[in-house]
């Protein structure tokens, strides 16, 4: 509950994205504003025009300022005084769009809050974090399953050595949405999804099973060394993958396994994580978020619940929380979160002051890079029969 | 997702508390405008005219419109321009200033939002509703556990009757926060909780048993005939109950128990139903609000997540989803279900049409004063011994 | 893993009841031979002779010792040799027989393990109870919720203080097998558990809530003074309750509260409890009877599950136990333990040797005569539409 | 609850292994008579004949069928009447002694009940095979998990088409108990497990990844094709494998996984199974063995409890319950519930009858052989870095 601190306004957004059938656009404009930080001003909701201005009222964007192109949004925005014009751009595009919408808004100096997967291929991706990296802009990848707050409990547990040496994580997400051709009805998510030309070269593993492989990376910060993985195509006709598991070795011995699916009858956004370290583990269930299970031989198992004030709940943990234990946080809290922690990059860099660009508490550029190169890799390592392949890149977050 | 249709402009809101050290007028705030229908304008954030501009910023309101009383708010607020004048006013301070806040707003011809309890006592709930249907105002009270997706759900599928005839109700809000005297440190939410001055009469069920019971009749809609309560006080010291059960016997033949605690170690939020018919049973528990179980004889249990998507959900219930399911949604997407549904009739009435008052999606005037009855009646039911006394009021929502 | 010591022999045991349809009679013989320690050799499994002899081959039980009534059941076992004769005596009999049955076997030396409800009424008990102290037999009550381990963990850890004192009780014991009128069909269960003729003056109260009621004094050791109850039959026609609720209010000022159901949809054999301390709480569920919640403000929620081999589990919880953890254990191991228990007993007695009669680490003939009490005082409170009524019995455990 | 048919008398039973700490050797005990339907008469408890005769009065066999080897045993006892010599032996020693004995025993005309893994390696397990067909005895594996009616009711649920073509599955058994070098301290189970002189080539692999496997197989009946595995040993200084993970590739083009651990902080005995078909999926966990769920998308997700009277279970899943539902049944009864399958068969076999050998209700030496030829493959797949090796056995048990 924090306001914007000596920049004394709130941030000023661009939603790129968003029309009619968007699901993720939605999320993104309520989660950017969910602690008052920040305003929705412009937008390109649509690469047509007419359509985006349409959409603007559902949106609360003054019509002027829905454009129909993110060159448009540049274009104009900067034209505006430094008063008015935006601070950042946040993209909810289909895959294949990303990496121009990012990369014109980050060389324009705008920060940049985009959807993952973050480009769609590994090039972009590579070509994208040299633009950032010139552009000095903040940039975030909404891997937004780090923004709960028992994720960031974890996280800062298994850096301060809690559970010890990390062997053995399980990271799953199975989800059962995909288990008829629902591409071929008239359904605007599945559609995309399941199309190489705008999802890229992976399909579950593009779009889900990242999700799950970040979310390791991202609570135990082992650095991944080389990887195997085996994808399906379950439905007949379907182009991309929607299942697949892989083997990830990790630097330091661990053994990682991401396991997805889109193709569990029922099974809804069932993401979840075991992590085993020499000194205890534990289990956090997406679906359940507010409870983590943490366990060392010889204790009772404990519940750690999202609590702000509990004696047990780190720095990390506690920051992440806007209720009391009891009162549920859920979903667009924890995507507010990653924008929580953007604002505080945005805010420095709006006072010309230095900011944490590579290990930040959001997921990042290196997170994107990261993200796009797992897809090459199991991709590649799949069509070769499961070889294992190289995972650690250059750009890799630490 | 939707805007406010025909009235083509956000409403305008005045938050009444929600100074340093409040948990509920943040949630007021944070609910208010989650569907970006609404934008928080004006306030009476303390009862201190300093205080409340010294806290403006917090919520980003201008300071000239951060007033120091409601009186001052109205008066000031009245002479604004109609396209800037506040629609609503938000009451989020200690009990025993409801009335004085609410009163005051609805004689002004304000919209209210109310927390609970209503009053501070009956007779002053009684005198409101007099208010309310004469200025003729929207008046919701934050029973906000009737938000829920799956509440609603739930009592859709009894008013149909999906579930038979009810025959037994148990409601139960199980918390341990109070479990020491929190109250003689420096806890601000203790301190004015337990403090009959500012509670009222009641401490433990005037503060989450109404809940219980209002989630019990918003879900049956059966009207109650009389009760019998027993209040303890454990913690030694403390003037108000902590803990208590109640039984309800409703004109139907169904018989009820609300039991409550504020002393039960490490439970936090921990508000359940069940509910029996003679068709079917259900249980709802608030902590983990995106599952139901719903049961009948031979068949497998059923458990009915939050999914705006699927065949087996209701009107009711999908109209709460904003997100798919697996997708968890929590107590401040239940929150703003309430403010959601108020702001449909506030534009009805902007608009000069009819809207209904008595029967509403979200709790109202009726459930207030039904809020206070049971507190009243419990308490004497207590100090009887646990004698039977009437408990349907005159103004009881159904 | 025991043998039975310095008796170097098993028990021998006969069964009362269990024949065609029985669900009880089974659970007794399987529960009594567990453990390798006691082996059936006789019976009356029937009141017809014939019957009794036909269903002895089902039990493995010699036909020349499968009697017509415990009258020639006694009559003939005393005649034979001491060194073949039973030990004990199993009454799983519909409830008004009990009486009969047992202090037939009590009267002729021979050790009891009797069904809960002990008796068809208290009179009946009271006099069973002089009957046991004058014999010296040793007498079991078949309440076997209190046989399973985390149970008898939770008495112990109740008993040394570890959760303080015990401030509030809920107890529930919900099922919903006789939603319907499933009495009027063939079913045995319900026939006469409906029938006041063979169950006495409670249905539900009787079957079910006493085991709740008994759980609760069993786990705190608390001595109740009043009880005040409501029963309900929902199911028209039916002669005995089928719902029901009592308050009862323990000598050390906790308030408790008991609720039973058999109208319940879908529920099976949902018994709970949920015992507040000052230093701590806890909830044991039977459906899932090997994990236990234990819960103190300001650390995180705790698991203990049945482990033998965990530091934390007491003396009480670990003798329970005969496999590892994770290896769970259930209804007949439970059942079981109330035998083991027994035998200990009974091996003290066949010795010579002095043992406890009173508080048992088995439920007793003590445990018996407070159901009965139990059942008498609730229906009367009913009837006088909840008054409270003495509930603490001159022959209470403790 | 049945007798033993026409055959009119119980069967007669000896046990190897069982001697002073020994865990499974009790389970088997105890799981052989739970249903009154054999008894224990003989033992080699220990490979010391002082030994086994010094633990014969814990079973209550008398000392003088005690012996000190299986070939002791199966002299003496084919000495004796045929109508008191054994029925069957089974086989609860340390895995480097199975084959002689159950070779043994088989040759002489035993049925045989054999704890798994079935032999030491896949060659013995081969020639048990052919000692096995030979000599027509029954021969029962006691993967006991597949005794859960809940598992058999999946498995005809899937059998009969009900989950549709099966896609894929996700097999798990997680441990914690070998976290630490427990086999340098006294404790006798961890010192053969981790010792591959009684162990075998596997540790973690050979003595729980088959029985997930093994479920796998049993319950969805699919016939493998591939197999990839990468072992590790986390415990320095450990001999063999604590945890692993495993790729099978199925015949139907499904692909399943099988995770295994030791290692893993505070899981104690969680062996869980996914699957996934076009038609519907499951999820069935041994720690809580009385519910499984099953989801279809677009329907509430269902759980099926153990529940013998409920329509949806089917013959197999009915015939495996002995309670009602609510009142849990668990390991010890599963475990029985493979001597029960196995008494149906030898009492086939005692009557001259033809009886079932290959797809049997129990697990049988086909299962032996595959879960032989699993631990090779996996083994030596991890030898080579994970290369696919075939894993279908030419004796498979379908």
New interface residues.
Partial sequence: ?T?NGSL?R?LRMALCGGGQGS?IG??H??AA????RAV?VAGALSSNAEKSKASA????IPVARAYGSIHELVEKELALPADQRIDFVSVATPNHTHFEIAKTAAEAGFNVICDKPMTFDLKQAEELAEVVKKSGVVFAVTHNYTGYPLVRQARQMIASGELGEI??I?AFY????L??RLELSDQKQAAWRTDPKKSGIAGCFGDIATHAYNLARYMTGLLPETI?C?L?T?EEGRALDD?G?A?VKFEN?A?G?V?A?Q????????MWI?I??????LVWR?????AMV????????????R?PN???MNDMGRAAC????????????AFANIYRAAYDAMILRAEGKPFETKDTVYPNIHDGVEGMYFIEQCVASSQQ??S?LPIKHPLARK
């Fill in positions: 509950m306001t004394n709130k699901f939605r999320v404009a309520t504003v969910l602690d008052n929705l009222p559902d949106y609360d062997n053995a399980r199975i989800q059962g949405w288990r008829t195997s085996h399906k379950f299942y598991t083997i011995g053994l396994t396991t699916s193709i569990s009858h029922g099974r809804e956004n069932d075991e085993d370290g020499t000194k205890g583990s997406q679906e359940e978020p507010n943490v366990r060392a031989n010889g204790q009772p198992h404990k519940i750690y619940t609590d509990a004696p047990h806007r209720l009391p234990s009891g009162h549920p946080e859920a979903f667009f809290e029969g499961g294992f």
